[in-house]
């Protein structure tokens, strides 16, 4: 599955991608805002895109330009997502390289796989979430029309060995739909 929009191509990941997601996933402004260490090896790369960037829903952010992998877009269904355990709903995840914030990319990306979320896999309501001080997410998600649903303190961070407190969001078919 190829998803595209003006300024992008999502595609899924290939072991090719590997240099292109570790010069990214190492910036330590990147993957610790959103739960995870950064990467410390392209090897680590690889194994991350062939066991957590594998799945179907999971797609690499690609500017048409060059087609090289940016960051990541993706939705998580079923036993991928604590947010919901309803098979017509779903959490939306994703993380861009620096280089690439401020410019309506990740906006962009996220309005595309909600679109693929409601009206191809027939999803009712896609949640989010984002840690406190994650600003960058925040923004994200309000741009696309999210609503806050709750916060919660002390939530464990288990590949940070912390707790952090949450935000959760979320939009529904209706309110997309409303937005588009």
């Known amino acids: 599955m190829i998803l595209e929009t003006d300024r992008l191509i999502l595609r899924h990941f290939t072991d090719d991608d590997a240099e292109d997601v570790f010069k990214y996933a190492r910036d330590p402004d990147v993957g610790p805002a959103a739960g995870w260490p950064p990467h410390k090896s392209v090897d680590e790369s690889l194994d991350i895109i062939r066991n957590v960037l594998s799945y ?54 996220v309005r595309e796989i909600l679109k693929r979320a409601f009206t191809d896999l027939g ?34 961070v288990p590949q940070m060995k912390g707790k952090r407190t949450g935000h959760v969001n979320c939009i529904s078919r209706e309110e997309w739909e409303s937005s588009i």
């Open 56 to 109: 179907p829903e999971t797609y690499a952010i690609c500017l048409k330009e060059d087609g090289k992998a940016i960051g990541v877009v993706d939705i998580r269904e079923n036993a991928r997502t604590d947010l919901t355990d309803k098979d017509d709903e779903c959490e939306l995840g994703y993380w861009l390289g620096r280089p690439f914030w401020g410019r309506g990319i990740m906006p962009e990306a």
């Open 123 to 156: 999803m009712k309501k896609v949640w989010a979430g984002y840690y406190e001080g994650n600003e960058k997410s925040k923004r994200v998600q309000e741009k696309c029309g999210f609503k806050h649903k709750w916060m919660t303190i002390d939530v464990d």
